[in-house]
């Protein structure tokens, strides 16, 4: 059974920096295409980044460009989000998302990611 578990939110004040954690079990998640989105109260969910299948390639919405990192270690088949310098803005549920057909790239759409995880709170407030 595939699943995805996020784990790492919390409470931090603005300029602070928080890593979430995505764990897989089931699939390999070097195999996937892996993406975090995020949803504030009242708001669409949004991409915020995305690593290719291998780790060929990243993408980053551009509020989050030279603040956060995705990563993926393989030996422990888990997906990272570091998150530097926050912003009350980026308080949201942030979710991973993983797509096991997409090869060679990643997208920030969520309706191209198949399996998702519970979600992990992030508030930025002082």
């Known amino acids: 059974q595939l699943q995805l578990v996020e784990s790492g939110g919390g409470l931090v004040q603005p300029g602070g920096s928080l890593r979430l954690s995505c764990a897989a079990s089931?699939?390999?998640?070097?195999?996937?295409?892996i993406g975090w989105f995020r949803q504030a109260p009242g708001k669409e969910r949004e991409g915020v980044s995305c690593?290719?299948?291998?780790?060929?390639?990243?993408n980053y919405a551009d509020s989050v460009k030279g603040r956060f990192t995705i990563s993926r270690d393989n030996a422990k088949n888990t997906l990272y989000l570091q998150m530097n310098n926050l912003k009350p803005e980026d308080s949201a549920i942030y979710y991973c998302?993983?797509?096991?057909?997409?090869?060679?790239?990643?997208?920030?759409?969520?309706?191209?990611?198949?399996?998702w995880g519970q979600g992990t709170q992030v508030t930025v407030s002082s």
């Open positions: 998302a993983a797509n096991p057909r997409l090869f060679g790239l990643c997208v920030l759409a969520d309706g191209e990611y198949d399996y």
């Open positions: 690593i290719s299948n291998r780790g060929g390639a990243t």
């Open positions: 089931g699939f390999t998640l070097d195999y996937s295409a």
